[in-house]
Protein backbone atom coordinates (compact mmCIF):
# COMPACT_ATOMS: atom_id res chain seq x y z
CA UNK A 1 0.00 0.00 0.00
CA UNK A 2 1.60 3.28 -1.10
CA UNK A 3 0.40 6.93 -0.10
CA UNK A 4 2.39 9.87 -1.35
CA UNK A 5 2.06 12.84 0.71
CA UNK A 6 3.27 16.13 1.48
CA UNK A 7 4.32 16.86 4.76
CA UNK A 8 3.35 20.83 5.25
CA UNK A 9 6.97 21.72 6.60
CA UNK A 10 10.12 20.57 7.34
CA UNK A 11 9.91 17.29 5.27
CA UNK A 12 8.69 15.73 1.98
CA UNK A 13 8.02 12.28 1.94
CA UNK A 14 8.30 11.21 -1.71
CA UNK A 15 6.74 7.36 -0.78
CA UNK A 16 5.62 6.22 2.73
CA UNK A 17 5.26 2.11 2.14
CA UNK A 18 3.46 0.42 4.29
CA UNK A 19 4.08 -3.95 4.60
CA UNK A 20 5.71 -4.93 7.45
CA UNK A 21 7.54 -1.31 7.79
CA UNK A 22 8.08 2.01 7.20
CA UNK A 23 10.70 3.11 4.97
CA UNK A 24 10.96 6.92 4.75
CA UNK A 25 12.86 8.15 1.87
CA UNK A 26 13.76 11.06 -0.28
CA UNK A 27 13.59 13.58 2.83
CA UNK A 28 14.33 17.00 2.73
CA UNK A 29 13.96 18.85 5.68
CA UNK A 30 15.52 22.36 6.82
CA UNK A 31 17.94 21.12 9.20
CA UNK A 32 16.17 21.71 12.46
CA UNK A 33 17.84 21.10 15.70
CA UNK A 34 20.32 18.14 16.22
CA UNK A 35 18.50 16.29 19.59
CA UNK A 36 16.43 14.23 20.25
CA UNK A 37 13.34 15.23 22.61
CA UNK A 38 10.71 14.15 24.29
CA UNK A 39 8.31 15.33 25.80
CA UNK A 40 5.70 13.59 28.43
CA UNK A 41 2.53 16.12 28.54
CA UNK A 42 0.74 16.92 32.07
CA UNK A 43 -2.63 16.01 31.01
CA UNK A 44 -3.97 14.64 34.23
CA UNK A 45 -5.05 10.75 34.67
CA UNK A 46 -4.26 10.31 30.96
CA UNK A 47 -1.46 9.42 28.39
CA UNK A 48 0.55 11.87 25.83
CA UNK A 49 3.55 11.93 24.85
CA UNK A 50 5.33 13.76 22.20
CA UNK A 51 8.64 12.72 20.50
CA UNK A 52 10.60 15.20 18.04
CA UNK A 53 13.45 13.69 16.34
CA UNK A 54 16.23 15.93 14.90
CA UNK A 55 15.16 17.37 11.93
CA UNK A 56 11.81 18.40 13.46
CA UNK A 57 10.07 15.22 12.94
CA UNK A 58 7.11 15.23 15.37
CA UNK A 59 5.06 12.08 16.52
CA UNK A 60 2.34 12.72 19.14
CA UNK A 61 1.22 9.55 21.13
CA UNK A 62 -1.67 9.73 22.74
CA UNK A 63 -3.83 12.90 23.61
CA UNK A 64 -4.88 12.47 26.85
CA UNK A 65 -8.27 12.64 28.41
CA UNK A 66 -9.47 16.07 27.87
CA UNK A 67 -8.55 19.46 25.69
CA UNK A 68 -5.59 19.94 28.08
CA UNK A 69 -3.22 18.65 25.64
CA UNK A 70 -3.54 21.61 23.86
CA UNK A 71 -2.11 24.02 26.23
CA UNK A 72 1.12 20.94 26.51
CA UNK A 73 1.56 21.08 23.36
CA UNK A 74 1.76 25.17 23.18
CA UNK A 75 4.87 24.57 26.05
CA UNK A 76 6.34 22.50 24.21
CA UNK A 77 5.73 23.69 20.06
CA UNK A 78 6.34 27.10 18.27
CA UNK A 79 2.91 28.92 18.44
CA UNK A 80 3.49 29.10 14.84
CA UNK A 81 3.97 25.67 14.13
CA UNK A 82 0.67 23.63 13.60
CA UNK A 83 1.28 20.45 11.76
CA UNK A 84 2.30 16.84 13.16
CA UNK A 85 3.82 14.35 11.56
CA UNK A 86 2.74 11.40 13.05
CA UNK A 87 -0.26 10.71 15.80
CA UNK A 88 0.27 7.40 17.31
CA UNK A 89 -3.03 6.09 19.66
CA UNK A 90 -1.93 3.26 21.82
CA UNK A 91 -5.47 2.50 21.79
CA UNK A 92 -9.00 3.92 22.12
CA UNK A 93 -9.65 4.64 25.72
CA UNK A 94 -11.07 7.90 26.57
CA UNK A 95 -8.09 8.64 28.38
CA UNK A 96 -6.26 8.24 25.93
CA UNK A 97 -7.45 9.53 22.78
CA UNK A 98 -10.53 12.08 23.52
CA UNK A 99 -7.44 14.84 23.62
CA UNK A 100 -6.72 14.04 19.90
CA UNK A 101 -9.85 15.24 18.82
CA UNK A 102 -9.11 18.74 19.51
CA UNK A 103 -5.48 18.16 18.27
CA UNK A 104 -6.69 16.93 14.72
CA UNK A 105 -9.22 20.43 15.38
CA UNK A 106 -6.35 22.33 15.40
CA UNK A 107 -3.13 21.20 13.80
CA UNK A 108 -2.47 19.37 10.45
CA UNK A 109 -1.73 15.87 10.77
CA UNK A 110 0.59 13.66 8.28
CA UNK A 111 -0.57 10.33 9.48
CA UNK A 112 -2.96 8.69 12.51
CA UNK A 113 -2.08 5.44 13.70
CA UNK A 114 -3.50 2.41 16.23
CA UNK A 115 -4.45 -0.89 16.96
CA UNK A 116 -7.06 -1.20 14.74
CA UNK A 117 -9.76 -1.74 17.41
CA UNK A 118 -12.54 0.67 18.25
CA UNK A 119 -13.05 3.25 21.20
CA UNK A 120 -16.37 2.88 22.93
CA UNK A 121 -19.03 6.02 23.29
CA UNK A 122 -19.54 9.04 20.58
CA UNK A 123 -15.98 10.59 21.16
CA UNK A 124 -14.42 7.75 19.10
CA UNK A 125 -16.43 8.29 16.07
CA UNK A 126 -16.00 12.17 16.23
CA UNK A 127 -12.48 11.54 16.08
CA UNK A 128 -12.68 9.56 13.00
CA UNK A 129 -15.01 11.58 11.47
CA UNK A 130 -12.58 14.65 11.73
CA UNK A 131 -9.57 12.75 10.43
CA UNK A 132 -11.65 11.62 7.80
CA UNK A 133 -13.02 14.84 6.57
CA UNK A 134 -9.35 15.92 7.20
CA UNK A 135 -8.12 13.97 4.76
CA UNK A 136 -5.87 11.92 7.23
CA UNK A 137 -4.68 8.51 6.86
CA UNK A 138 -5.59 6.02 8.90
CA UNK A 139 -3.16 3.08 9.20
CA UNK A 140 -3.13 0.02 11.33
CA UNK A 141 0.37 -0.94 12.93
CA UNK A 142 1.27 -4.15 15.10
CA UNK A 143 3.80 -5.91 16.79
CA UNK A 144 6.82 -6.36 13.81
CA UNK A 145 6.12 -3.19 11.92
CA UNK A 146 8.36 -0.19 12.25
CA UNK A 147 9.23 3.39 11.88
CA UNK A 148 12.23 4.12 10.00
CA UNK A 149 13.41 8.29 9.81
CA UNK A 150 17.10 8.37 9.65
CA UNK A 151 18.76 7.18 12.32
CA UNK A 152 15.70 6.58 14.45
CA UNK A 153 13.78 3.97 14.64
CA UNK A 154 10.20 3.25 16.11
CA UNK A 155 9.90 -1.12 16.80
CA UNK A 156 6.63 -1.76 17.50
CA UNK A 157 6.68 -5.26 19.80
CA UNK A 158 2.96 -5.31 20.81
CA UNK A 159 0.08 -6.35 20.35
CA UNK A 160 0.50 -9.00 18.06
CA UNK A 161 -2.31 -9.81 15.03
CA UNK A 162 -3.11 -13.00 16.20
CA UNK A 163 -3.57 -11.99 20.11
CA UNK A 164 -6.16 -9.43 19.36
CA UNK A 165 -9.21 -10.01 21.26
CA UNK A 166 -12.70 -10.17 19.25
CA UNK A 167 -13.67 -7.61 21.33
CA UNK A 168 -12.97 -4.54 22.80
CA UNK A 169 -13.47 -5.44 26.75
CA UNK A 170 -9.87 -5.51 27.09
CA UNK A 171 -8.34 -2.59 25.69
CA UNK A 172 -5.52 -2.14 27.77
CA UNK A 173 -3.84 -5.20 27.12
CA UNK A 174 -4.07 -4.13 23.32
CA UNK A 175 -2.44 -1.11 23.82
CA UNK A 176 0.68 -0.53 20.99
CA UNK A 177 3.92 -1.20 22.64
CA UNK A 178 6.90 0.36 21.16
CA UNK A 179 10.93 1.15 21.72
CA UNK A 180 12.41 4.08 20.22
CA UNK A 181 15.87 3.21 18.79
CA UNK A 182 18.21 5.85 18.68
CA UNK A 183 22.15 6.31 18.57
CA UNK A 184 21.09 8.83 21.69
CA UNK A 185 18.34 7.44 23.96
CA UNK A 186 15.98 4.14 24.02
CA UNK A 187 12.76 5.00 25.43
CA UNK A 188 9.77 2.11 26.41
CA UNK A 189 6.73 3.33 25.37
CA UNK A 190 4.25 0.76 27.43
CA UNK A 191 0.53 2.27 26.92
CA UNK A 192 -1.35 0.57 29.65
CA UNK A 193 -0.13 -3.15 29.94
CA UNK A 194 -0.59 -5.43 32.67
CA UNK A 195 1.05 -8.36 33.85
CA UNK A 196 -0.18 -10.25 31.32
CA UNK A 197 1.00 -8.88 28.28
CA UNK A 198 4.09 -7.78 29.79
CA UNK A 199 5.12 -11.63 30.45
CA UNK A 200 4.73 -12.52 27.19
CA UNK A 201 6.78 -9.74 26.29
CA UNK A 202 9.80 -11.29 28.79
CA UNK A 203 12.46 -13.37 26.79
CA UNK A 204 11.15 -12.06 23.07
CA UNK A 205 12.28 -8.90 22.90
CA UNK A 206 15.20 -6.85 24.46
CA UNK A 207 13.81 -4.93 26.71
CA UNK A 208 16.51 -2.80 28.16
CA UNK A 209 16.28 1.55 27.87
CA UNK A 210 17.15 4.27 28.97
CA UNK A 211 13.32 5.72 29.79
CA UNK A 212 10.62 3.91 30.68
CA UNK A 213 6.79 5.10 30.36
CA UNK A 214 5.25 3.01 33.11
CA UNK A 215 2.64 1.19 32.71
CA UNK A 216 -1.04 2.00 33.16
CA UNK A 217 -0.38 4.81 34.98
CA UNK A 218 1.38 3.74 38.02
CA UNK A 219 -0.75 1.00 38.69
CA UNK A 220 0.03 -1.98 40.96
CA UNK A 221 -0.81 -4.52 37.84
CA UNK A 222 1.39 -3.69 35.57
CA UNK A 223 5.50 -2.73 35.55
CA UNK A 224 6.20 -6.38 37.45
CA UNK A 225 9.59 -7.14 39.55
CA UNK A 226 10.87 -9.74 36.45
CA UNK A 227 9.77 -6.91 34.09
CA UNK A 228 11.85 -3.84 35.43
CA UNK A 229 15.01 -6.38 35.39
CA UNK A 230 14.70 -6.51 32.05
CA UNK A 231 13.96 -2.87 31.32
CA UNK A 232 16.70 -1.75 33.95
CA UNK A 233 15.42 1.93 33.13
CA UNK A 234 17.58 5.03 34.17
CA UNK A 235 14.66 7.08 34.24
CA UNK A 236 11.02 5.87 34.58
CA UNK A 237 8.27 8.38 33.85
CA UNK A 238 4.52 8.11 35.28
CA UNK A 239 2.15 9.76 33.55
CA UNK A 240 -0.94 10.43 36.08
CA UNK A 241 -3.28 13.15 37.82
CA UNK A 242 -5.81 13.14 40.39
CA UNK A 243 -7.57 9.98 40.39
CA UNK A 244 -9.48 7.55 43.17
CA UNK A 245 -7.19 4.10 41.69
CA UNK A 246 -4.06 5.08 44.13
CA UNK A 247 -1.93 5.66 41.07
CA UNK A 248 0.41 5.46 41.60
CA UNK A 249 0.82 2.81 43.93
CA UNK A 250 3.05 2.14 46.91
CA UNK A 251 3.96 -0.62 45.24
CA UNK A 252 5.15 0.39 41.52
CA UNK A 253 7.07 3.31 43.41
CA UNK A 254 8.94 0.74 45.70
CA UNK A 255 9.22 -1.45 42.50
CA UNK A 256 11.00 1.41 40.84
CA UNK A 257 13.22 2.83 43.42
CA UNK A 258 14.46 -0.89 43.70
CA UNK A 259 16.74 -1.00 40.52
CA UNK A 260 17.38 2.63 41.05
CA UNK A 261 15.63 4.41 38.52
CA UNK A 262 15.00 7.67 38.74
CA UNK A 263 11.55 8.53 39.30
CA UNK A 264 9.53 11.46 37.50
CA UNK A 265 5.78 12.28 37.59
CA UNK A 266 3.40 14.45 35.79
CA UNK A 267 1.35 15.16 38.71
CA UNK A 268 4.09 16.86 41.49
CA UNK A 269 6.51 17.58 38.19
CA UNK A 270 4.17 19.39 35.56
CA UNK A 271 5.13 18.62 32.22
CA UNK A 272 8.59 16.06 31.79
CA UNK A 273 10.70 17.35 28.86
CA UNK A 274 13.88 14.91 27.99
CA UNK A 275 16.52 15.90 25.29
CA UNK A 276 19.80 13.55 24.50
CA UNK A 277 22.65 13.94 22.23
CA UNK A 278 24.15 10.14 22.80
CA UNK A 279 26.56 11.78 25.72
CA UNK A 280 23.94 12.43 28.01
CA UNK A 281 20.58 13.02 28.90
CA UNK A 282 19.05 16.30 29.99
CA UNK A 283 15.54 16.64 31.81
CA UNK A 284 13.52 19.41 32.27
CA UNK A 285 10.71 20.50 34.28
CA UNK A 286 8.25 22.61 32.52
CA UNK A 287 5.21 23.87 35.12
Same mark, same amino acid.
Given at each position: ?16 ? !? ?86 ? $?? $? ?47 ? !? ?96 ? $? ?8 ? $? ?7 ? !? ?7 ? !?????
Amino acid at each position: MNFNMNFKIKIFISALI !IFDFFIWNSIIFDGGHKNLQAYFLNVGQGDSELVVLPGNVKILMDGGPNSKILTELSKSLPSTDHYIDLIILSHAEADHFTGLIDVAK $RY $RIGAFIFNGLNGRGNTWPELLKILKNNNVPIIVLSAGDKIKYLNNRMNF !IWPEKNNLPKTTKTLNETALVSILESRMVKILFTGDIGFKTENHLLGKYDLSVDILKVGHHGSKFSTSEEFLKAVDPKISIIEVGKNSYGHPTKEILN $RLASVESKIF $RTDKDGLIK !IEANGENIK !IFKIP
